[in-house]
């Protein structure tokens, strides 16, 4: 069973770290449709989180299309359908992007430095390839 | 928003000529896990005790329930569980006494529940209060708090002095408290790593007086860092009116600012001239001691956010 980890004492709140990290997840193949995640109770007690944390984060995932519930048998990750618009989707990723290269190279890092940091932090492109959507 | 379980109206507390707590009125949702936050001294033990009619307010009241504090049934005293700061205990009663002490206050008592905590902190039936360490004697308060199934549990500063291995206890009875969605817990803490998981409310109590009141999520999503850069220099002199701003910090071409979002506020900041502008988010330690820190610019202008409440 997939359990993100939590950081406190952190920028992000604690809902915005599960709602990464099993985007994260799915994005680089750990996490494959139809996989099934922990109950809000059951990945509350586990994390040691508030209950409403944890549902408030399959929430917006559930809302970006990430992930399904179905009644009575749990949570899954969904066979991805886009929720945007292609347009907004390329939106937004042209602003992460723009974000990540300023970032990175504000640090003094080189593009190619940055390029494998980003294929790493995805899980190798590989993965990546078997959950790629048309945009 | 659901029925308030807790309520503060107006509470005001006065010891001699020193104001303990200054007119707080907030309100506690049924099904909510509430820290309250603030200083050593800042008020959260006085109300916490203003609230089980521990002791009477100077103006203001507070209910449970609906009921006055002051005035509260026993079956309504029966539906609290109250774990008092430092967790006292009767010392010389053995462990199984005090379970049958405490279980005759209530008509209902979870022996199973009791059993488990009393394990799980290696305690021994047969054990008296004043020989069990400050852990254990956490454990068997806490137990004797819980088996009593309280709709409302009421826990004053219940980490203090506590190990890592028995706060994190605590922490799981909170999380499992919260199962019966209908409970609802407020405790006051020191320990922001631990508010930071299980609260979804948070009030902050500064000098008695209350300065946030809000949901979790929208005091994370409001206090937030604010940097305006300047070419030539961050200017001299006193800063202007900010609406919202808790504390400020200059370093050669950089303003940093900490601040609530409010209205008003961007346009005050560009007002001052910088050449760019970033927000960005702050963890919950940085965000509660820019309310009650010391340092940097402080205002007045700081009422309580959102919430409604």
């Known amino acids: 069973m997939f359990f993100p980890r939590v950081t406190t004492g952190s920028d992000r709140p604690i809902y915005r770290q599960v709602v990464d990290q099993i985007r994260l997840a799915v994005v680089g193949g750990k996490l494959r449709p139809g996989d099934s995640l922990p109950s809000v109770r059951a990945m509350a007690e586990h994390l040691l989180v508030n209950p409403n944390t944890i549902a408030k984060a399959y929430a917006e995932l559930m809302r970006e299309g990430f992930v399904q519930a179905q009644q009575g048998k749990g949570v899954f990750v969904a066979d991805r359908r886009p929720v945007l618009s292609a347009a907004e989707r390329q939106r937004r990723l042209q602003a992460a992007v723009e974000q990540l290269a300023h970032e990175a190279a504000g640090l003094g890092f080189s593009s190619k430095q940055i390029q494998e940091a980003l294929a790493k932090k995805l899980g190798g492109m590989a993965g990546m390839g078997e959950t790629e959507q048309k945009p | ?309």
């Open chain 2, 1 to 309: 928003m659901s029925e308030a379980v807790i309520q503060f109206e107006n509470l005001t507390h006065w010891y001699g000529k020193h104001c303990a707590v200054d007119q707080v009125s907030l309100a506690v949702p049924r099904g909510s896990v509430f820290a309250l936050l603030g200083r050593n001294g800042s008020g959260k033990s006085t109300m916490i005790r203003a609230l089980l009619g521990l002791q009477k307010p100077t103006r203001g009241r507070s209910r449970v329930f609906g009921e006055d504090s002051m005035d509260l049934a026993p079956q309504t005293r029966g539906r609290i569980g109250y774990l008092a700061e430092g967790h006292p205990l009767f010392g010389w009663m053995k462990v199984g006494e005090a379970e049958r002490f405490e279980r005759s206050f209530y008509d209902s008592w979870n022996e199973r529940m009791f059993a488990a905590v009393v394990e799980h902190f290696r305690i021994g039936r047969k054990q008296r209060g004043k020989d069990l360490s400050r852990g254990q004697r956490a454990g068997l308060a806490l137990a004797l708090t819980l088996a009593s199934e309280p709709e409302v549990l009421v826990l004053d500063d219940p980490a203090m002095g506590l190990d890592p291995v028995a706060r994190q206890d605590f922490l799981e009875s909170i999380v499992l408290t919260t199962r019966d969605s209908g409970r609802t817990v407020f405790f006051s803490s020191h320990i922001l790593a631990d508010v930071e998981r299980v609260a979804d409310h948070v009030a902050i109590l500064d000098q008695g007086v209350l300065r946030v009141c809000c949901p979790m999520e929208v005091f994370r999503q409001k206090v937030r860092r604010v940097v305006a850069t300047f070419k030539e220099g961050v200017p001299a002199g006193k800063l202007p009116d900010i609406p919202g701003l808790l504390y400020a910090v200059r370093c050669a071409d950089e303003l940093s600012l900490v601040a609530v979002e409010r209205s008003g506020q961007k346009e005050a900041i560009w007002a001052l001239g910088p050449a760019a502008v970033t927000e960005e988010p702050i963890s919950l330690d940085e965000a509660v001691i820019a309310y009650l820190g010391e340092h940097g610019v402080r205002t007045s202008l700081l009422e309580k956010i959102g919430g409604g409440q």
